[in-house]
């Protein structure tokens, strides 16, 4: 197989060469799978490829650790939730 692999900048990167037809099988996250000419198989089984999970923090350092806080409460709301499911993620909560 080592032949055949092709690095890629990216999961866009590797989107972007498969639309190209430089390669013929790329593997990145459903939300980099925008390009034309790519056919979406759909993802991996969890069995093999278990989700990407994303934590929130605030710093002890934060200037404003409320507005922090803020931000990552809206981040995980359902209003955001949306907004993820739109680009081909899945939200935490």
């Known amino acids: ?4 692999i092709k690095p890629a900048q990216g999961g866009a990167g590797a989107m972007a060469l498969a639309a190209k037809g430089e390669v013929e099988i790329g593997l990145t996250f459903m939300s980099e799978m925008g390009d034309p000419g790519i ?25 404003d650790p409320a507005a922090a806080k ?15 499911k739109a680009q081909g993620m899945q939200p935490g909560r």
Do not use: C, W
């Open 1 to 4: 197989m080592q032949p055949k």
């Open 39 to 63: 056919d979406i198989v759909g993802p991996l089984p969890r069995e093999i490829s278990p989700p990407t999970i994303l934590v929130g923090f605030v710093s002890t350092h934060a200037k």
């Open 70 to 84: 803020a931000l990552l409460n809206y981040l995980s709301s359902p209003e955001a939730a949306a907004v993820y």
